[in-house]
């Protein structure tokens, strides 16, 4: 069974400043698909990002992008220059092969308070 | 990006009732998924469906049915709602194109029942 945890519950960073979310997975696949959704505050779940295990570099999209450790099954989500509208909650999201296709198992979510 | 709607978007309901939430995606994607959001237990799939006529089981499936009459809709069917099924739903479809595997979200629709 896969499983993703992402043990930051809460994170308070000022503005424009630099911060990184974490997440780790556990998975008996060799081919997997790692995600990051955020939660606005109105309720939306909007994809970020996405990282295929297979790709040795590290996806960046925009002012997000990720660190993928594949040794420690890690994949972290960092945002540079942050703004005020990059407060949300952030979900990691995992994708096997196996156990039913396409189906993702989300982490309980980092809530992330950006301070002006 | 995959447009994906939701109706209604807040719903209450009263015990015993019968409950239909309904989603349709324009981007003609084949797989469509229901999941429940409840605090303390993030998001959890429901069901889930890979094309027209076709509904599978997800995590927690009790109590609830699904139905995929076309390739654009999908309904989660509450027969007999009960309080435990309060909750925040979200549809999501995904499938092949540039993203393929990345599933999009509706606005969700907020249930309470009674």
């Known amino acids: 069974a896969q499983k993703v945890t992402q043990t930051q519950t809460s994170i308070s960073v000022m503005e424009k400043t630099t911060v990184t979310m974490d997440c780790v997975y556990e998975t008996q696949d060799s081919s997997y698909f790692l995600f990051w959704y955020k939660q606005t505050a109105s309720g939306e779940i909007v994809f970020l990002i996405r990282?295929?295990?297979?790709?040795?570099e590290n996806a960046t999209v925009g002012h997000y992008s990720l660190n993928f450790q594949k040794p420690k099954s890690s994949i972290g989500l960092i945002i540079t220059a942050t703004q005020i509208e990059d407060s949300a909650v952030y979900f990691c999201a995992m994708r096997g092969n196996t156990g039913g296709a396409d189906r993702l198992t989300f982490g309980k979510g980092t809530q992330l308070i950006i301070q002006p | 990006e995959a447009a994906v709607t939701q109706s209604p978007r807040n719903k209450v309901a009263v015990t015993g009732g019968k409950v239909t939430l309904s989603c349709n995606q324009t981007n003609n994607h084949n797989n469509m998924y229901w999941y429940r959001q409840d605090t303390g237990h993030g998001l959890r799939l429901i069901h889930y469906?890979?094309?027209?006529?076709?509904?599978e089981k997800g995590d927690i499936p009790d109590g609830y049915k699904a139905s995929r009459p076309s390739q654009e809709n999908f309904s989660l069917i509450l027969e007999l709602a009960t309080p435990s099924q309060t909750s925040v739903y979200f549809c999501?479809?995904?499938?092949?194109?540039?993203?393929?595997?990345?599933?999009?979200f509706g606005p969700g629709t907020r249930l309470l029942v009674l």
């Open positions: 990282q295929d295990s297979y790709k040795k």
């Open positions: 469906s890979y094309g027209a006529g076709s509904t």
């Open positions: 999501a479809s995904g499938g092949l194109g540039d993203n393929q595997d990345t599933q999009y």
